[in-house]
């Protein structure tokens, strides 16, 4: 599934494809939400992977996996790793502490016997007992100069070293030898709650060692290794990278011989499937729909030829001789059997494309990332909390992930966290320090925030109409004298009989208020003659009605009343209230445009102008999200397992830097707050993990009642797989255990998947 994503960079690396205090809410009221135990309702969708053991799983063959492209470096440290790096470096090197099914860390017993806290005065110091069979795949065993050298190079006190993040590493005081050569033991010199997240994944001293193999030398190989495979090759104009099995492994075999991440763009991931170049590729909804179909698709004209009288006539070849009988024109009849000849090679041509398809399965699950409608606080009207808090009261979350992941046969309920989803543990919904969708409710925000309906339409200057003029001019006989000045009769008269023009120019304005809405603007009339009543007299519709009273008609200059599509738009101080949306137009994007549309339809029902932008994919988060170029965006975070480390510089508030520029991290809503950051530093130092995760659940708390961010829907994860495979799939939380991943049966043994590679 194409979502535009954002890693988790400089929190702690790419874990995936690829975000203010409100004065309302007391402390109690957010403590009371946030005090309670894990959701007893939270469960996480299972992951979609036909499981098997491994001795169903043949020895040998070849699996080709789509990737969207090559990646630009296999360091998963440096700035510009991608998904495809995550996932090529997981099969490579060691995870310590993988993710579970439940994203939760759970330690890797292929690399680690042991790992604990043994001391948390006066310092905290974790001893790592290492498996004494791991090492790498020159022979040499993996130990402390590991540990040593990758914290050197993480831990920001060298900038020679060009990395994306330090969190945690920053912490480390010492890393020494234990009692010996398989004992790592790290002191911290402030407590780290997330230790776990360090040194995965762990590369050998011979990349993280000296700055210049780190910062170039891991950006497209890597001669050591240690996990089930190692690289063979990365061939960038081929689009490959291929690895084959480690001989030094020391855990269970991998089944596969190799292993060939095939860079795939997402459009072209159907024709990929059709043509049997991959086995494995994450796919969008048309192309699971495609998949779908292909498994109903029953035979056609595929059988053997008939034989006897005739057989060899083709349909196309019978159709010209019966229009030659009964006198058709030649000519005609060569075209009708062109048009037969091109349908049948088009029939046929299909029926080919589903009979590959039908050779996969759609393994769906959920992906471990929820998108987010982004809120950008930094100026605006966005920059009110009362405004961001109305909008996020508008939106029916439920409707949007229906929309999203009904149709896909997935659970739509709304995420109620920042910083865990449904099943992970320390989940815990706290929207309700926000509130529930309720229009009135935000509709009187909006409000108390000064945006009105009819605030978009300025006020005409200096002039009161009927009485409260002649009070303001001292109770004179205004009409009567207006009436003796001189040509005022004349002006009068030439007004009336320009009244008559007065129902087709307000019509005109209706239409062209509706035609500015419809194209996601809204242009507010102002006191210049267009926006007055016609001939800029001020007479009203009142003069021209039978029965009207004389005379009844405001001052000249005075404005007409505005249409009432213009009344009903918010406004203040005669500006509209109209936001940015900024939205990615590639193929891959059609879904969240659809949610797009969604929110523009329920903010249009409250009066809330947006006009909808749609910029290309790969500018859409450099140049729009990340330099804050927008009102209102989607975009997705990735789950973690460490949500007190990687949360904060999401959520972190921004500091003014010396040019006047907003320092963000990774806050791209530019919504932060004082407490919030406390909150999370103190999680991130609580080594005890109920008290960190009440702690969590305060800082998420806030962050729904500040508004910058509102999680609508955990992304849907499908993924086309050829039936003969196991063990891979929709992973949902886990890393993938490379090293079971193979065909079954016969067919698999030693053969590429559908016999095209």
């Given at each position: 599934?194409?979502?535009?994503?954002?890693?988790?960079?400089?929190?702690?690396?790419?874990?995936?494809?690829?975000?203010?205090?409100?004065?309302?809410?007391?402390?109690?009221?957010?403590?009371?939400?946030?005090?309670?135990?894990?959701?007893?309702?939270?469960?996480?969708?299972?992951?979609?992977?036909?499981?098997?053991?491994?001795?169903?799983?043949?020895?040998?063959?070849?699996?080709?996996?789509a990737?969207?492209?090559?990646?630009s470096?296999?360091?998963?440290?440096?700035?510009?790793?991608?998904?495809?790096?995550?996932?090529?470096?997981?099969?490579?090197?060691?995870?310590?502490?993988?993710?579970?099914?439940?994203g939760?860390?759970?330690?890797?017993?292929?690399?680690?016997?042991?790992?604990?806290?043994?001391?948390?005065?006066?310092?905290?110091?974790?001893?790592?007992?290492?498996?004494?069979?791991?090492?790498?795949?020159?022979?040499?065993?993996?130990?402390?100069?590991?540990?040593?050298?990758?914290?050197?190079?993480?831990?920001?006190?060298?900038?020679?070293?060009?990395?994306?993040?330090?969190?945690?590493?920053?912490?480390?005081?010492?890393?020494?030898?234990?009692?010996?050569?398989?004992?790592v033991?790290?002191?911290?010199?402030?407590?780290?709650?997330?230790?776990?997240?360090?040194?995965?994944?762990?590369?050998?001293?011979?990349?993280?060692?000296?700055?210049?193999?780190?910062?170039?030398?891991?950006?497209?190989?890597?001669?050591?290794?240690?996990?089930?495979?190692?690289?063979?090759?990365?061939?960038?104009?081929?689009?490959?990278?291929?690895?084959?099995?480690?001989?030094?492994?020391?855990?269970?075999?991998?089944?596969?011989?190799?292993?060939?991440?095939?860079?795939?763009?997402?459009?072209?991931?159907?024709?990929?499937?059709?043509?049997?170049?991959?086995?494995?590729?994450?796919?969008?909804?048309?192309?699971?729909?495609?998949?779908?179909?292909?498994?109903?698709?029953?035979?056609?004209?595929?059988?053997?030829?008939?034989?006897?009288?005739?057989?060899?006539?083709?349909?196309?070849?019978?159709?010209?001789?019966?229009?030659?009988?009964?006198?058709?024109?030649?000519?005609?009849?060569?075209?009708?059997?062109?048009a037969?000849?091109?349908?049948?090679e088009?029939?046929?041509?299909?029926?080919?494309?589903?009979?590959s398809?039908?050779?996969?399965?759609?393994?769906?699950?959920?992906?471990?990332?929820?998108t987010?409608?982004?809120?950008?606080?930094?100026?605006?009207?966005?920059?009110?909390?009362?405004?961001?808090?109305?909008?996020?009261?508008?939106?029916?979350?439920?409707?949007?992930?229906?929309?999203?992941?009904?149709?896909?046969?997935?659970?739509?309920?709304?995420?109620?966290?920042?910083?865990?989803?449904?099943?992970?543990?320390?989940?815990?919904?706290?929207?309700?320090?926000?509130?529930?969708?309720?229009?009135?409710?935000?509709?009187?925000?909006?409000?108390?925030?000064?945006?009105?309906?009819?605030?978009?339409?300025?006020?005409?200057?200096?002039?009161?109409?009927?009485?409260?003029?002649?009070?303001?001019?001292?109770?004179?006989?205004?009409?009567?004298?207006?009436?003796?000045?001189?040509?005022?009769?004349?002006?009068?008269?030439?007004?009336t009989?320009?009244?008559?023009?007065?129902?087709?120019?307000?019509?005109?304005?209706?239409?062209?208020?509706?035609?500015?809405?419809?194209?996601?603007?809204?242009?507010?009339?102002?006191?210049?003659?267009?926006?007055?009543?016609?001939?800029?007299?001020?007479?009203?519709?009142?003069?021209?009605?039978?029965?009207?009273?004389?005379?009844?008609?405001?001052?000249?200059?005075?404005?007409?009343?505005?249409?009432?599509?213009?009344?009903?738009?918010?406004?203040?101080?005669?500006?509209?209230?109209?936001l940015?949306?900024?939205l990615?137009?590639?193929?891959?994007?059609q879904?969240?445009?659809?949610?797009?549309?969604?929110?523009?339809?329920?903010?249009?029902?409250?009066?809330?102008?947006?006009?909808?932008?749609?910029?290309?994919?790969?500018?859409?988060?450099?140049?729009?999200?990340?330099?804050?170029?927008?009102?209102?965006?989607?975009?997705?975070?990735?789950?973690?397992?460490?949500?007190?480390?990687?949360?904060?510089?999401i959520?972190a508030?921004?500091?003014?830097?010396?040019?006047?520029?907003?320092?963000?991290?990774?806050?791209?809503?530019?919504?932060?707050?004082?407490?919030?950051?406390?909150?999370?530093?103190?999680?991130?130092?609580?080594?005890?993990?109920?008290?960190?995760?009440?702690?969590?659940?305060?800082?998420?708390?806030?962050?729904?009642?500040?508004?910058?961010?509102?999680?609508?829907?955990?992304?849907?994860?499908?993924?086309?797989?050829?039936?003969?495979?196991?063990?891979?799939?929709?992973?949902?939380?886990?890393?993938?255990?490379?090293?079971?991943?193979?065909f079954?049966?016969?067919?698999?043994?030693?053969?590429?998947?559908?016999?095209?590679?």
């Amino acid at each position: 599934m194409s979502h535009v994503g954002v890693p988790r960079g400089t929190a702690r690396k790419r874990r995936s494809v690829a975000l203010l205090a409100t004065g309302v809410l007391t402390i109690p009221v957010l403590a009371g939400c946030t005090s309670e135990s894990e959701d007893p309702t939270s469960v996480a969708v299972p992951q979609d992977i036909a499981p098997a053991s491994r001795d169903r799983v043949a020895d040998g063959s070849t699996l080709n996996w789509a990737i969207d492209a090559v990646p630009s470096t296999l360091n998963a440290f440096q700035a510009d790793a991608d998904s495809a790096t995550t996932r090529i470096t997981g099969a490579l090197l060691p995870s310590l502490f993988p993710m579970d099914a439940k994203g939760e860390p759970r330690l890797n017993p292929d690399y680690l016997e042991s790992a604990k806290v043994i001391e948390q005065e006066p310092k905290q110091v974790v001893l790592y007992k290492l498996n004494q069979q791991a090492v790498w795949s020159d022979g040499r065993e993996i130990g402390a100069p590991d540990f040593v050298a990758q914290w050197r190079a993480l831990s920001g006190r060298d900038s020679a070293f060009w990395t994306a993040r330090n969190a945690g590493y920053e912490r480390i005081e010492k890393i020494e030898r234990g009692k010996d050569d398989l004992q790592v033991r790290v002191t911290f010199s402030k407590p780290y709650a997330d230790w776990r997240s360090l040194f995965s994944p762990l590369y050998p001293k011979e990349v993280t060692g000296a700055p210049g193999t780190f910062n170039d030398g891991a950006r497209t190989t890597l001669k050591n290794t240690a996990g089930p495979f190692r690289l063979r090759s990365v061939n960038k104009p081929r689009g490959t990278v291929v690895l084959d099995r480690n001989p030094r492994w020391w855990g269970d075999e991998a089944r596969l011989d190799s292993l060939v991440f095939r860079a795939v763009e997402p459009g072209r991931r159907t024709d990929a499937l059709t043509e049997g170049t991959v086995d494995v590729a994450d796919i969008d909804p048309a192309t699971a729909n495609s998949i779908a179909l292909a498994a109903r698709y029953r035979g056609g004209n595929g059988g053997p030829p008939a034989h006897g009288p005739g057989a060899g006539i083709t349909p196309a070849a019978a159709l010209r001789s019966w229009a030659l009988a009964h006198g058709s024109d030649e000519e005609a009849a060569e075209k009708a059997q062109a048009a037969r000849e091109e349908t049948r090679e088009a029939v046929a041509v299909y029926a080919a494309e589903q009979k590959s398809l039908s050779g996969f399965a759609v393994r769906r699950s959920l992906e471990p990332s929820y998108t987010q409608l982004a809120l950008n606080g930094e100026s605006g009207p966005l920059s009110d909390d009362r405004v961001r808090r109305a909008i996020a009261r508008t939106l029916d979350r439920q409707e949007l992930a229906d929309a999203v992941l009904k149709p896909l046969g997935l659970p739509a309920k709304p995420p109620g966290s920042h910083l865990a989803l449904a099943g992970q543990p320390g989940y815990k919904d706290g929207s309700g320090a926000l509130g529930e969708q309720d229009t009135k409710e935000a509709q009187a925000l909006l409000a108390d925030a000064g945006w009105t309906p009819g605030g978009a339409v300025r006020s005409p200057q200096d002039t009161k109409a009927g009485s409260e003029a002649e009070k303001k001019d001292g109770g004179k006989k205004a009409a009567d004298e207006k009436d003796e000045k001189a040509g005022k009769k004349d002006e009068r008269a030439e007004d009336t009989e320009k009244a008559g023009k007065k129902d087709e120019r307000a019509e005109d304005t209706e239409k062209d208020d509706k035609a500015s809405r419809e194209e996601g603007e809204y242009t507010v009339g102002d006191d210049k003659p267009g926006s007055r009543s016609p001939g800029g007299s001020g007479v009203t519709a009142q003069d021209k009605q039978p029965g009207g009273v004389a005379g009844a008609y405001a001052p000249a200059g005075t404005a007409a009343p505005a249409p009432a599509a213009v009344r009903s738009r918010l406004g203040k101080d005669g500006k509209p209230l109209s936001l940015r949306f900024v939205l990615p137009s590639g193929p891959g994007s059609q879904s969240l445009r659809t949610v797009g549309e969604k929110i523009v339809e329920m903010l249009d029902s409250i009066g809330i102008s947006t006009q909808v932008t749609k910029v290309a994919d790969d500018s859409y988060f450099k140049d729009h999200i990340a330099s804050g170029d927008y009102d209102l965006a989607l975009y997705s975070w990735p789950a973690t397992a460490y949500p007190a480390t990687d949360g904060r510089p999401i959520f972190a508030k921004p500091e003014p830097a010396t040019d006047g520029s907003l320092l963000v991290a990774q806050n791209y809503t530019r919504v932060g707050s004082d407490h919030i950051d406390q909150l999370f530093d103190r999680a991130v130092a609580e080594l005890d993990a109920t008290a960190s995760r009440d702690l969590l659940k305060q800082a998420d708390a806030r962050i729904w009642a500040a508004a910058g961010s509102i999680p609508l829907y955990q992304r849907p994860q499908l993924v086309a797989v050829d039936k003969k495979l196991a063990n891979i799939g929709a992973f949902g939380f886990a890393a993938p255990r490379y090293q079971d991943i193979g065909f079954t049966g016969r067919q698999a043994a030693g053969s590429p998947a559908n016999g095209k590679k």
